[in-house]
């Protein structure tokens, strides 16, 4: 397996160098403003939002695009004394499978300005949930947008204002009824629906495009073994990819992960090249907009060292905390 990470690089590197929003009408409330948490030093790390409980908080929850349900850990639900009632089991399915996990009730949910009430919220002792206390999944949650500064180790989830935000690669993109971000790539010469998944460390491949690809280029195999919100662990294997294609983002030297994964066949994604991009792509950009109002995805690629910038900007036109 390489030890390298994915690279990046861009048709508009130019219009990056001066990483800056456009003016909106509404300026960022403070509460708003959470947490994004790399995990290693190459800055390929999962997201994490800082969620209040029933008045109780903040904890720390993962913020998954790509699940339909948010869930609670083990430890935190008996902190709260959120006790499952009788037979009361829902059936959660997760990048490696389905399975009936029992849930408790949640009767108030906060997200700096976003509030739900009156939640089910399954528990999940998964091997995913090391070192959390939950999991956010926006796929099945009205939020409209979510932005990323990985530069500042910020995230804010909000409303959708519409239009461009200057600095940023835009991606059109496609909400599916199950509320996922998806948009139209090529891996190599092959055409790919790619999903967009913070949740998932690496990117995945199904058979269809592993069979695509194989028919130009018979490329060196690694094992690996995928992990999801569920118990199960599916196994499978990684191969470098030829230069992957999101709209002007062209990404390089990147392992793909290819396997028989049960999500695929759960978005009707199992017969045609299909490709869930991870946090080891996502998570080597300076920032990272999904807008699932509009729907568009936005990347700002990461500045070259050197580059002086007079002021950071937020996605909503106000400087950003702990901006140079």
């Not at 499952?84 to 009936?100: D, F, N, R, W, Y």
């Not at 998964?126 to 999944?137: H, T």
């Not at 910020?154 to 461009?164: A, F, L, Q, R, T």
Request: glycine share 12%; with cysteine; hydrophobic share 45%.
């Amino acid at each position: 397996m390489k030890s390298h990470s994915a690279v990046l690089w861009f048709a508009v590197l130019c219009a990056a160098c001066l990483p800056r929003a456009a003016a909106a009408s509404a300026s960022a409330d403070p509460s708003s403003w959470l947490l994004a948490c790399p995990t290693t030093i190459d800055r390929i790390g999962r997201i994490i939002a800082p969620v209040m409980i029933d008045g109780t908080g903040p904890y720390r929850f993962l913020v998954d695009t790509g699940a339909n349900d948010s869930m609670i850990s083990p430890a935190l639900a008996q902190r709260l004394k959120l006790t499952p009632g009788p037979g009361a089991l829902m059936k959660v399915t997760g990048i490696t499978g389905s399975e009936q996990l029992p849930w408790v009730p949640v009767a108030r949910l906060r997200v700096g300005r976003f509030r739900w009430a009156n939640m089910r919220m399954p528990i999940t002792d998964s091997p995913v949930m090391n070192g959390l206390d939950g999991i956010l999944g926006l796929a099945g949650l009205p939020a409209e947008r979510i932005a990323v500064d990985f530069r500042h180790n910020v995230v804010w989830i909000g409303h959708s204002h519409g239009g461009g935000v200057w600095g940023y690669l835009s991606i059109p993109a496609r909400r599916t009824a199950g509320g996922l971000l998806r948009v139209h790539a090529h891996i190599g010469s092959v055409p790919v629906i790619a999903v967009i998944d913070t949740g998932s460390p690496r990117t995945l491949g199904n058979e269809a495009l592993h069979k695509a690809l194989m028919r130009s280029a018979a490329r060196q195999k690694d094992n690996a073994r995928i992990f999801g919100v569920t118990r199960q662990v599916s196994d499978g294997d990684m191969a470098g990819s030829p230069t992957v294609y999101l709209g002007p983002a062209a990404i390089g030297d990147l392992d793909i992960v290819y396997g028989n994964i049960p999500i695929f066949k759960v978005w009707h994604l199992e017969d045609r090249p299909a490709v869930v991009i991870g946090m080891d792509v996502l998570g080597t950009v300076d920032g990272l907009i999904l807008d699932y109002r509009r729907p568009h995805v936005y990347i700002l690629p990461h500045r070259p060292s050197g580059v002086e910038v007079q002021q950071t900007y937020s996605p909503l036109g106000s400087p950003l905390p702990g901006g140079p």
